[in-house]
């Protein structure tokens, strides 16, 4: 189980799940924070010291996610512009 605290000034913080790659059996929480006109994505991860998946795996999950991100037509940056 993960948690996340976010500042309470902060209170554009919503949980993000990306819609391309969602594996429950990767613990990673993302966290989508608005701040004026900033969007920050925070990704919260526990890596158990002997995961049932590979590593490799783990990193393209996250890659996956990281590139849903960073596309121009990500809805969730423009909703918060």
Known sequence: MLAVYVRESLHDAVVWSPTLSTDPIFELLWIKVGHGHDVIFVGALY???????????????????VLQIRAPSCPEISQMS
């Open 47 to 65: 890596h158990p010291p002997a995961p049932s998946y590979l590593t490799c795996h783990l990193v393209e999950h996250i890659n996956t996610a």
